[in-house]
């Protein structure tokens, strides 16, 4: 897409100018080693990009930048694709998601999917104006294969406050407690312990029904705050 071009190509000396070897290697051991980095923070990172993210396309063409963002080796190039996405997630519906859930399952960690959960979780929450179902969508991650997607099924309300589907929440959480993996057990607390922030009565029944069902990980994360 020759117009993807145009914004890419700014974007990547922005940040290609900033690099910092020395900044790159504790970066890259902070994530086990798994990703090559520039070496930029994320203040320094945002600043420079600051007049690159008025983004002016179609929503076809802020996905095919956000994937060619990707497709660069290091690190921040997904990060600054993240934050593309969040500030023009108004241009973006639920059409956009199975684009946006295949950027979940590139070289996942923790580090990009959550930030790409909150935009499924703005575009689901704008989208629930005209589509009551629109959160179906995340029916079918809960039960996906890749486990980075059910952590996006868990997480995408976060923030949602009182609009909220606590059934689809506490339900989410029913279904994946028996998983062992360490990230998915953690969302399902921090999930839980963000729905408390307005439910908090409503998460401590919960807790408590079903402790023996809930990891004891989970139980401590969602209860950090309920005293």
Same mark, same amino acid.
Request: glycine residues 6%; proline residues 6%.
């Given at each position: 897409?020759?117009?993807?071009?145009?914004?890419?190509?700014?974007?990547?000396?922005?940040?290609?100018?900033?690099?910092?070897? #020395?900044?790159? +290697?504790?970066?890259?051991?902070?994530?086990?080693?798994?990703?090559?980095?520039?070496?930029?923070?994320?203040?320094?990172?945002? +600043?420079?990009?600051?007049?690159?993210?008025?983004? =002016?396309?179609?929503?076809?063409?802020?996905?095919?930048?956000?994937?060619?963002?990707?497709?660069?080796?290091?690190?921040?190039?997904?990060?600054?694709?993240?934050?593309?996405?969040?500030?023009?997630?108004?241009?973006?519906?639920?059409?956009?998601?199975?684009?946006?859930?295949?950027?979940? #399952?590139?070289?996942?960690?923790?580090? =990009?999917?959550?930030?790409?959960?909150?935009?499924?979780?703005?575009?689901?929450?704008?989208?629930?104006?005209?589509?009551?179902?629109? #959160?179906? &969508?995340?029916?079918?991650?809960?039960?996906?294969?890749?486990?980075?997607?059910?952590?996006?099924?868990?997480? &995408? #309300?976060?923030?949602?406050? +009182?609009?909220?589907?606590?059934?689809?929440?506490?339900?989410?959480?029913? =279904?994946?407690?028996?998983?062992?993996?360490?990230?998915?057990?953690?969302?399902?607390?921090?999930?839980?312990?963000?729905?408390?922030?307005?439910?908090?009565?409503?998460?401590?029944?919960?807790?408590?029904? &079903?402790?023996?069902?809930?990891?004891?990980? =989970?139980?401590?994360?969602?209860?950090?705050?309920?005293?």
């Amino acid at each position: 897409m020759p117009s993807v071009a145009i914004w890419l190509a700014p974007i990547e000396a922005a940040l290609r100018a900033l690099a910092d070897p #020395q900044q790159a +290697e504790p970066m890259k051991a902070y994530m086990l080693d798994q990703f090559e980095f520039l070496g930029i923070r994320a203040g320094p990172r945002r +600043e420079a990009l600051k007049g690159l993210m008025k983004f =002016t396309g179609t929503a076809d063409e802020l996905l095919a930048l956000a994937e060619a963002l990707w497709r660069l080796p290091e690190r921040e190039f997904r990060y600054a694709a993240i934050d593309l996405l969040a500030k023009h997630h108004k241009r973006l519906d639920v059409s956009a998601l199975p684009r946006i859930l295949q950027l979940v #399952q590139t070289d996942p960690w923790w580090d =990009t999917v959550d930030g790409l959960a909150g935009v499924v979780g703005d575009i689901l929450l704008r989208a629930k104006a005209s589509q009551p179902d629109a #959160q179906r &969508h995340m029916d079918a991650c809960l039960v996906h294969p890749h486990l980075w997607v059910r952590r996006v099924a868990m997480l &995408h #309300q976060l923030g949602w406050r +009182e609009q909220t589907d606590p059934e689809r929440l506490l339900r989410y959480a029913l =279904t994946l407690a028996p998983e062992k993996d360490f990230f998915i057990r953690k969302a399902i607390g921090w999930a839980l312990r963000d729905h408390a922030r307005t439910q908090p009565d409503a998460v401590r029944d919960f807790l408590a029904r &079903h402790a023996d069902q809930l990891s004891g990980l =989970t139980r401590r994360e969602a209860g950090k705050h309920l005293g």
